[in-house]
């Protein structure tokens, strides 16, 4: 079985700060990691994903994320953050057709 | 053009009724899906299918019923709808294979069930 955790249900940051959203998961088999991002009454859109290869794998809008095998965590980043990240992040860890997501967390940017 | 499109958008209903929400991608993939989310946000998978067949199920009550036409289309269906359906429903698609799990979302359907 596989499950993701989110560690932040919430991270509150001031405009241009860095910000780091956690995430782990397990799975017995070897994974696929994706983050996604859902803007306010809209659907989910990918920001970035790790399949395999290099671990700092970077995404749209200026965001990355580094796969740690051994700490079983794939935790995003964004080194400056605008107003319009404001949004809801979501983890997911996937094996062949299925995605289990974390609960999420909301980044809320504030000027 | 969407590339995942859900209608409705909205839907306002009273217990008991029966509802559907249909969901067409223009993607070309072979695997669609439906989400569930909660007031809590949590995104849950209620079925997945691949091909116009159900290979995903999970626990979800008889009262929900997908049908896939064809490939690019997949509907939901609710019998008897309850106040614990109300929630977003989200619709996916996916090409396995192909950027292995990514999904591609619709813009979700808001169930409201009074």
């Known amino acids: 079985a596989q499950s993701v955790t989110q560690l932040d249900s919430q991270v509150p940051v001031f405009e241009e700060a860095p910000v780091e959203l956690r995430c782990n998961y397990s799975?017995?088999?070897?994974?696929?990691l994706f983050w996604y991002v859902q803007y306010p009454n809209q659907g989910l859109q990918l920001l970035l994903k790790?399949?395999?290869?290099?671990?700092l794998v970077k995404g749209i809008n200026g965001f990355e994320a580094e796969f740690n095998k051994s700490q079983t965590s794939f935790h995003l980043r964004k080194p400056s953050v605008h107003i319009s990240d404001t949004a809801e992040y979501f983890c997911?860890?996937?094996?062949?057709?299925?995605?289990?997501f974390g609960t999420g967390t909301r980044l809320l940017v504030s000027p | 053009d969407t590339a995942v499109s859900q209608t409705p958008k909205y839907l306002v209903t009273q217990m008991g009724n029966d509802k559907s929400i249909k969901c067409e991608q223009n993607?070309?993939?072979?695997?669609m899906y439906w989400y569930k989310q909660d007031s809590k946000k949590f995104l849950k998978i209620m079925f997945s299918?691949?091909?116009?067949?159900?290979?995903i199920n999970e626990t979800v009550p008889n009262r929900f019923s997908p049908k896939s036409p064809d490939k690019a289309h997949l509907n939901l269906h609710i019998n008897s709808l309850e106040l614990g359906d109300s929630a977003v429903y989200f619709c996916?698609?996916?090409?396995?294979?192909?950027?292995?799990?990514?999904?591609?979302f619709g813009e979700g359907s808001r169930l409201t069930v009074l």
């Open positions: 993607l070309g993939h072979d695997t």
């Open positions: 996916a698609s996916s090409q396995v294979g192909a950027n292995t799990g990514e999904l591609f």
């Open positions: 299918y691949n091909n116009k067949e159900l290979i």
């Open positions: 997911a860890v996937g094996s062949f057709q299925k995605l289990v």
């Open positions: 799975s017995s088999v070897s994974v696929y």
């Open positions: 790790y399949l395999s290869g290099s671990t």
